[in-house]
C-alpha cells in the first residue's frame, strides 16, 4: 500500500557504518527523484540527502558521513551512514517526487536506526 519499501535498519556500535535501500512497492511506479530523511523522537523530520539522475545534493551538515547513490539497473537507491554515532539514531525514511521542484510525495514508511555508544 505505501509506495517505497525499504529495508537495512537495524541496530549498531558507533563508529560502524550502515546502508539502507529504498525500492518502488510496485511495477511500474516511476522514481524521478529520490530523498532520504530522518526523524527523531520529539525532533522536526530533518533532510539528509537526495539524488537526481547522476546528481547529489547534501546539506552541509551531512557531507561528510552521508552518501547517497543509485543503481539503475536493479531499480535500488542506497543511503550510506559511516562513522555511526548515538544522534543518528532515528527513523529514516525515503521519498519521491513526480519531477524537479515538486513536493516529496510518496514515502516509504521507515526504519529504525540505533546506535549505541
Known amino acids: 500500500q505505501v509506495p517505497l519499501v525499504e529495508s537495512g535498519g537495524g541496530s549498531v556500535q558507533a563508529g560502524g557504518s550502515l546502508r539502507l535501500s529504498c525500492a518502488p512497492s510496485a511495477h511500474g511506479f516511476i522514481m524521478y527523484n529520490i530523498a532520504w530523511f530522518r526523524q527523531a523522537p520529539g525532533q522536526e523530520r530533518e533532510f539528509l540527502a537526495s539524488i537526481s539522475g547522476r546528481d547529489t545534493y547534501y546539506p552541509d551538515s551531512m557531507k561528510d558521513r552521508f552518501t547517497i547513490s543509485r543503481d539503475n539497473a536493479k531499480n535500488l537507491v542506497f543511503l550510506q551512514i559511516d562513522n555511526l554515532k548515538p544522534e543518528d539514531t532515528a527513523v529514516y525514511f525515503c521519498?519521491?517526487?513526480?519531477?524537479?521542484?515538486?513536493?516529496?510525495?510518496?514515502w516509504s514508511q521507515g526504519t529504525q536506526v540505533t546506535v549505541s555508544s
Open positions: 521519498a519521491t517526487n513526480t519531477g524537479d521542484g515538486t513536493p516529496w510525495r510518496f
